[in-house]
């Protein structure tokens, strides 16, 4: 199993960035797909996720209205549009997957069985 992060860059404060997240060795349309980014010297924070059947959740006091979370069953692939973005949204971002995750589970990092390397996300002011 294996799950491919890209798209991270520099970007400056307003810019866009869109992050890709291909997984490969599982039935991918299955499983709930998140977003997690973990800042320097910080926790690593649940950003979104969407579920098999398409329902999405986000942590809405940190994203909301500025980051979204879609994904491609075809492709295997989860995607995250990330717009306004702010130096504070500066952190690696990474992806993950699992199976079974009850909603009110959802944002807990250790519900999510396998994981991506990462994506380096660095906002200028």
């Known amino acids: 199993v294996q799950l491919q992060a890209s798209g991270g860059g520099l970007a400056q404060a307003g810019d866009s960035l869109r992050l890709s997240c291909a997984a490969s060795g599982i039935s991918f349309s299955r499983y709930t797909a998140g977003w997690f980014r973990q800042a320097p010297g910080k926790e690593r924070e649940f950003v979104a996720a969407?579920?098999?059947?398409?329902?999405?959740?986000t942590n809405t006091d940190a994203v909301k209205g500025r980051f979204t979370i879609s994904r491609d069953n075809a492709k295997s692939t989860v995607f995250l549009q990330m717009d306004s973005l702010r130096p504070e949204d500066t952190a690696v971002y990474y992806c993950?997957?699992?199976?079974?995750?009850?909603?009110?589970?959802?944002?807990?990092?250790?519900?999510?069985?396998?994981w991506g390397q990462g994506t380096l996300v660095t906002v200028s002011s």
């Open positions: 969407i579920r098999y059947s398409g329902n999405v959740i």
């Open positions: 993950a997957a699992g199976a079974g995750i009850i909603l009110s589970n959802i944002r807990n990092s250790r519900a999510y069985t396998y």
